[in-house]
C-alpha cells in the first residue's frame, strides 16, 4: 500500500472507531465489543495457574474491551494492565472505562503505534494483540512487531494475537465490492506462513485457528459489509 492509500487507511479507521466509541459502551449488548473474546480470558487463566501477579499488554486496545475484563480478574493482585491505542479518543475512554469499573489501580493506558512503541526486554506474561496487526504499515514492519512483542516476554509468557485476513469490503446497497481501505490486507497463508515462521524457535502453540467472520459497519458514506478471515494464533514463550 503507499503512503496515500496508508494515510486514507487510517483516517478511514479512526472515523469508524471514533463514531464507534462515541455511541456504544464496551461490553453491553449491539457491537463486536459486548464481550471479550473468549480466548484471551482463558489464557489469562493458564497463565494464572502457575502466577498470580501478572503484566499485560493490549495492543490495540480501543476502550478496552479485552483491558477491562483482564483488569477486573486480575483486580486484587498487584498486577498491571496496560492499553496501548494509537486514537486518544479511546485511550480516555479506557481510562474512563477503568475508573467506571473500578480497576483504574491496575490499568494504564497509552496513546501508542504497534510499530514505534518501546516493548522493553522481558517486561511483559501476556501481550494481547487483537485487531491490532492488520493495521501496521507493510509486511516488514508486520515481523518487526512480532520480534519486539517477543524480546518484551518473560520466559512462559504467553502471546494472543488474532487478526483479519483476506478482507473485502462490500457495498450492501449494491452488493459491489469496494476498494478494501486496511492498511495490511494479508491473505490467510501468508499470515499464517509469517506467524509460524516467527514463533518457530523457543514457542509453543496453544492454538491456531481461521474463522470467516461478517461484520456490518458504517464507515463510509454507504453502509457495507465487512468480510474476513479471521486468524487466530496464540504461543507460549519456552522457559
Known amino acids: 500500500m503507499d503512503q496515500a492509500n496508508f494515510e486514507e487507511a487510517r483516517r478511514a479507521e479512526e472515523t469508524y472507531h471514533s463514531k464507534l466509541y462515541q455511541e456504544n459502551e464496551i461490553l453491553e449488548p449491539g457491537t463486536w465489543m459486548s464481550q471479550p473474546i473468549p480466548l484471551v480470558m482463558e489464557l489469562l487463566d493458564r497463565l494464572r495457574q502457575h502466577k498470580n501477579v501478572v503484566s499485560v499488554l493490549d495492543l490495540g486496545s480501543g476502550a478496552g474491551r479485552n483491558t477491562i475484563p483482564l483488569a477486573l480478574r486480575l483486580k486484587d493482585t498487584d498486577s498491571k494492565v496496560v492499553g496501548v491505542d494509537l486514537l486518544e479518543e479511546a485511550v480516555s475512554k479506557l481510562k474512563e472505562n477503568a475508573e ?21 526486554t522481558g517486561q511483559y506474561d501476556y501481550i494481547v494483540a487483537c485487531g491490532c496487526l492488520e493495521h501496521v504499515s507493510s509486511e516488514e514492519a508486520f515481523v518487526q512487531v512480532l520480534d519486539r512483542m ?3 516476554t518473560r520466559p512462559g509468557g504467553i502471546h494472543c494475537i488474532a487478526m483479519n485476513t483476506n478482507v473485502q469490503e462490500i457495498d450492501q446497497k449494491t452488493g459491489r465490492e ?10 490467510s497463508k501468508r499470515a499464517v506462513e509469517l506467524l509460524k515462521m516467527a514463533y518457530k524457535d523457543g514457542w509453543n502453540v496453544l492454538e491456531e485457528k481461521a474463522v470467516l467472520q461478517s461484520i456490518q459497519e458504517d464507515k463510509y458514506e454507504t453502509p457495507t459489509e465487512f468480510r474476513a478471515q ?3 494464533f496464540a504461543v507460549q514463550r519456552m522457559k
Open 100 to 120: 467506571d469499573y473500578g480497576v483504574s489501580r491496575i490499568v494504564e493506558a497509552r496513546v501508542g503505534d504497534a510499530e514505534n512503541i518501546d516493548y522493553g
Open 150 to 152: 517477543k524480546r518484551g
Open 178 to 187: 469496494l476498494d478494501t481501505l486496511i492498511e495490511l490486507n494479508l491473505s
Open 230 to 232: 479471521s486468524i487466530t
